[in-house]
């Protein structure tokens, strides 16, 4: 890659899917630019430009051309930057695998773990659940292993990176009670893993702010899921 490339993140600063992309290219070594959204008040005109159909972040701008969609940017990113430290496994099965469960956490564990913080009492208590019990699978799925990406972290781990960090503060903001590191170890120790990897403890947000700003997300959003 040439030394006078142009990358560029459009973001948002407690957006885990942000995250995702700053960590992978950390992981390699690429410079970026990053520029903050004012996504709940007027959005750039880059941003809309960029993403014309989600208007949402992140966007990943390389050379002038848009990369929009978290986990498709990590592949265009270990797709470009192949020098170092790659991002999806090389074996066929398991890529797909690696995928079918980032899509999992995503339609799964996201979503659902968002919308339970912000949900009031039956509704809660069923999406808490229906998270826990996803999350089961994903023990299996590390069945001992220090990451997703076995040796080093992955495509997996910076896809459900985000669990490692917010969760716990989700589950502070919702009253809820989500992660038993009695009954689900492995998970409990690739948390500890990802949060402490170096490239990735800098780059985490803080806790405070971030138990603050989305207690103000769920009072907005609150009569949107109860
Ligand atoms: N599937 C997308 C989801 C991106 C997304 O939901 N971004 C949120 C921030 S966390 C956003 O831009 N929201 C503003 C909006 O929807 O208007 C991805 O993986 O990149």
Same mark, same amino acid.
């Given at each position: 890659?040439?030394?006078?490339?142009? @990358?560029?993140? &459009?973001?948002?600063? *407690?957006? =885990?899917? /942000?995250?995702?992309?700053?960590?992978?290219?950390?992981?390699?070594? $690429?410079?970026?630019?990053?520029?903050?959204?004012?996504?709940w008040?007027?959005?750039?005109?880059?941003?809309?430009?960029?993403?014309?159909?989600?208007?949402? @972040?992140?966007? &990943?701008?390389?050379? *002038?051309? =848009?990369? /929009?969609?978290?986990?498709?940017?990590?592949?265009?990113?270990?797709? $470009?930057?192949?020098?170092?430290?790659?991002?999806?496994?090389?074996?066929?099965?398991?890529?797909?695998?690696?995928?079918?469960?980032?899509?999992?956490?995503?339609?799964?564990? &996201?979503g659902p773990a968002f919308r339970a913080m912000c949900s009031s009492s039956?509704k809660k208590?069923?999406g808490?659940?229906?998270?826990?019990?996803?999350?089961?699978?994903?023990?299996?799925?590390?069945?001992?292993?220090?990451?997703?990406?076995?040796?080093?972290?992955?495509?997996?781990?910076?896809? &459900?990176?985000?669990?490692?960090?917010?969760?716990?503060?989700?589950?502070?903001?919702g009253?809820?009670?989500?992660?038993?590191?009695?009954?689900?170890?492995?998970?409990?120790?690739?948390?500890?893993?990802?949060?402490?990897?170096?490239?990735?403890?800098?780059?985490?947000?803080?806790?405070?702010?971030?138990?603050?700003?989305f207690e103000e997300r769920c009072k907005i959003l609150a009569s949107l899921f109860n």
């Amino acid at each position: 890659m040439g030394e006078r490339e142009e @990358v560029k993140i &459009l973001g948002f600063w *407690a957006s =885990p899917f /942000v995250h995702r992309v700053q960590w992978a290219l950390n992981l390699k070594g $690429t410079h970026f630019d990053y520029a903050e959204e004012d996504l709940w008040g007027e959005k750039s005109a880059l941003l809309l430009s960029t993403n014309p159909v989600h208007k949402q @972040v992140p966007v &990943l701008i390389h050379n *002038a051309k =848009p990369v /929009v969609d978290s986990l498709l940017i990590l592949e265009y990113i270990d797709d $470009t930057w192949t020098h170092r430290h790659q991002i999806l496994p090389t074996d066929p099965y398991d890529r797909a695998m690696a995928r079918f469960w980032a899509k999992f956490g995503d339609e799964k564990l &996201l979503g659902p773990a968002f919308r339970a913080m912000c949900s009031s009492s039956e509704k809660k208590v069923m999406g808490a659940n229906s998270v826990a019990e996803s999350l089961e699978f994903l023990e299996g799925v590390l069945k001992g292993k220090k990451f997703f990406g076995v040796e080093n972290i992955g495509y997996l781990d910076i896809a &459900l990176g985000w669990l490692a960090y917010m969760l716990e503060v989700w589950e502070e903001v919702g009253s809820m009670k989500i992660m038993d590191a009695n009954k689900f170890p492995c998970l409990a120790n690739w948390m500890k893993s990802f949060v402490d990897h170096p490239l990735i403890k800098d780059s985490l947000p803080p806790r405070d702010k971030m138990v603050v700003y989305f207690e103000e997300r769920c009072k907005i959003l609150a009569s949107l899921f109860n």
